[in-house]
Nanobody, 128 residues
Framework: QLQLVESGGGKVQPGGSLTLSCAAS????????IGWFRQSPGKEREGVGC????????YFEDSVQGRFTISRDGAENTVYLQMNNLNPEDTATYFC?????????????????????WGQGTQVTVSS
């Protein structure tokens, strides 16, 4: 079955940058889109951005637009979330998730409901 493992979390000062990784099982991304989500204590899980694996196109929520980037390393089957200009509001546990898609051009979504497979999460703390 599909397995996802996040890594790269840590503490960073406001304005700093951090890159998270989402490593998938061998060939697990075939037929799947990838989403990034985050959750703070006492808050609902919210979408951050997503990657449509068939064409490598990405989408981001307004809260991170212009600051975050998603990319994919096809050879290592790993998706990256590059986070720039971080602020304390970005502090959260970050999750990657995989959504099985019915067709190659089915665009990814930051709505969590379609995602069937989730990683365990990695903590990101933004503070001085």
């Amino acid at each position: 079955q599909l397995q996802l493992v996040e890594s790269g979390g840590g503490k960073v000062q406001p304005g700093g940058s951090l890159t998270l990784s989402c490593a998938a099982s061998e060939r697990a991304l075939e037929g799947y889109n990838i989403g990034w989500f985050r959750q703070s204590p006492g808050k609902e899980r919210e979408g951050v951005g997503c990657l449509t694996t068939s064409d490598e196109r990405t989408y981001f929520e307004d809260s991170v637009q212009g600051r975050f980037t998603i990319s994919r390393d096809g050879a290592e089957n790993t998706v990256y979330l590059q986070m720039n200009n971080l602020n304390p509001e970005d502090t959260a546990t970050y999750f990657c998730a995989a959504d099985y898609v019915p067709s190659p051009r089915h665009h990814c979504t930051t709505e969590p409901d379609p995602y069937d497979y989730w990683g365990q999460g990695t903590q990101v703390t933004v503070s001085s």
